[in-house]
């Protein structure tokens, strides 16, 4: 039980720094510590945590997907959720949108991003709050949406 816990406090964490609290903090410490480049860097950050909140709230719109918790009351959701769909999960596109930029830029940050990003993705099924679909999606929308962003700059 302790163990379970100590799990679920550790995503549940995890899940509150990844509503935003941690990228605003790497986006600003990126254009403040950063000089030129970072500034640049945290610019793109924006711009493409801006598609990702476009993207996923239209998505959530149009797909209307009840959470787990909501479709079946034997899944719990340890932690309250931000809005009332599923699909996608914008916490993983945010993640991985925003950890494929700053890593383009900044590859020495990938020991703490790939871990954060990953337990990011995993606290939103762990938690409740996600299908393991969404999840996924999510995955794929945030690389192409951060791929393409690098594209679009020059930068891949």
């Known amino acids: 039980m302790c163990m379970r816990r100590s799990v ?4 549940a964490c995890v899940s509150r720094l990844g509503d935003g609290f941690a990228w605003y903090a790497l986006i600003a410490s990126l254009a403040v510590l950063g000089g030129e480049g970072g500034r640049l860097t945290a610019l793109h950050m924006a711009a493409v945590g801006l598609a990702s909140l476009a993207l996923y709230r239209g998505l959530k719109r149009s797909t209307r997907r009840p959470r787990p918790f909501a479709a079946d009351l034997r899944i719990r ?22 950890s494929v930029v700053a890593l383009a830029h900044y590859p020495v940050l990938a020991p703490l991003l790939l871990p954060f990003s990953a337990s990011v993705a995993a606290s939103r099924v762990v938690l409740g709050l996600h299908y393991p679909s969404d999840v996924l999606a999510a995955i794929a929308m945030g690389l192409a949406l951060g791929g393409g962003s690098l594209w679009l700059a020059g930068v891949a």
């Open 77 to 98: 959701a340890w932690v309250a959720p931000l809005d009332e769909f599923s699909f996608p999960s914008g916490h993983t596109l945010h993640a991985v949108a925003f």
């Open 8 to 11: 679920r406090g550790y995503f």
